[in-house]
């Protein structure tokens, strides 16, 4: 009678786990495109059909849609589901346990921070118990994209290079903690007569192609011809991730001019206007820079630079910040001869306030004035 007991209770209990195997469903909530932070992961509804309730716990599996590798690994703690539909969010599952693989690794390892861009499949898997087996399994294809592309800034659209071997310069993709290991690559071609900007990076040949590059600037290598006054160009950044491109910036179009013959006639003691974007004119300046600006922006400090914009590369000369009041300013900054700047030649003084807009101010030096 014993051993029938027995035989009988396993038998219930087998006949139990087979029924709560197939009474549990689970539907990811998760967006396809934006998911950003790895909260979002664990976005899903689980329903219980059962006339129990049953501890469960979740693992998750993150894998490159590339290489088909894993990135990124979760795993829950047990938790009661009890009957009926549950909505489930990262915060009604305790403390996560996260396990990252591979070159591809977020930088951010915080269980609240931000995931790596890239193209992925999310894979789960609902267990019973803590040692049981699989319950329910779904998978999701998902895409985490920067909110914002690469920011182009100089040389400025439709605009012009007083230099034929001039310096770009942009911004980074946001935000900068979804990229693990960040790099640009710099295109720039000639647009031909009637030809768009567009066709014109997808078709023709590139003046210059470089890669691999760090910084948020690149200054056009003397090694290469210099570029041609009667020619149009333009040029587009794309951001690298791994090696891999994770976003690409609007395409800008220049051309380069001839420098204008400096305008002399400025009192030095006079105020200048700082000009949104590139101004043509030209102003004159000695032992010190005095401009006006309408702060609008209500930044309380800036940082600005100086370059030479008649040398190979667009040399930083002098570089600083400037403290700011609301409303419109009387600023001077000290152009000392020590810090290299030459007789006659023509500078631009630049900088970006907390609204993206770029500042500028072309002059002369001269030790005469």
């Not at 027995?6 to 029924?19: G, N, P």
């Not at 309408?294 to 914009?309: C, L, M």
């Not at 403290?323 to 023509?346: C, F, H, T, W």
């Amino acid at each position: 009678m014993f051993m029938y007991k027995k035989r009988l209770f396993l038998f219930l209990f087998v006949l139990i786990s087979l029924a709560s195997r197939a009474q549990i469903s689970m539907t990811l909530q998760i967006p396809p495109v934006g998911v950003l932070v790895k909260n979002q992961l664990w976005n899903m509804l689980l329903v219980n059909t059962g006339r129990i309730s049953v501890t469960v716990r979740i693992n998750m599996i993150l894998l490159d849609s590339k290489t088909n590798q894993p990135v990124l690994t979760g795993t829950t703690l047990p938790f009661i589901l009890d009957k009926g539909a549950r909505q489930i969010q990262a915060k009604d599952l305790g403390p996560i346990e996260y396990t990252y693989n591979g070159p591809a690794i977020p930088a951010d390892r915080d269980a609240n921070g931000m995931l790596p861009v890239g193209n992925y499949q999310a894979c789960y898997t609902v267990l019973s118990g803590v040692k049981g087996g699989s319950i329910a399994e779904n998978c999701v294809q998902l895409v985490v994209d920067p909110l914002s592309p690469p920011l182009l800034n100089t040389p400025p659209d439709e605009g012009s290079s007083y230099t034929a071997s001039p310096q770009f310069t942009w911004l980074p993709p946001t935000p900068i903690g979804i990229f693990s290991d960040l790099s640009y690559d710099l295109v720039l071609v000639e647009v031909l007569p009637g030809q768009g900007k567009a066709d014109a990076i997808e078709q023709n040949i590139p003046v210059y192609s470089g890669g691999f590059i760090k910084n948020l600037y690149l200054n056009y290598p003397t090694s290469y011809r210099n570029l041609d006054t009667a020619k149009l160009y333009a040029w587009r950044i794309v951001a690298m991730n791994n090696n891999q491109p994770a976003a690409m910036s609007d395409i800008w179009t220049f051309r380069v001019v001839t420098p204008p013959k400096p305008s002399l006639n400025i009192e030095h003691t006079a105020y200048l206007d700082l000009k949104r974007g590139l101004d043509p004119s030209v102003a004159s300046a000695g032992g010190s820079l005095k401009f006006t600006y309408e702060n609008v922006a209500a930044d309380s400090v800036v940082h600005f630079t100086i370059s030479s914009i008649q040398e190979p590369g667009n040399p930083i000369i002098q570089q600083g910040q400037l403290p700011m009041e609301r409303g419109r300013n009387l600023l001077e900054v000290p152009l000392p001869a020590n810090s290299g700047y030459k007789q006659d030649k023509i500078y631009l003084f630049q900088f970006i306030n907390s609204r993206n807009e770029t500042w500028t101010l072309k002059f002369t030096w001269s030790s005469r004035r």
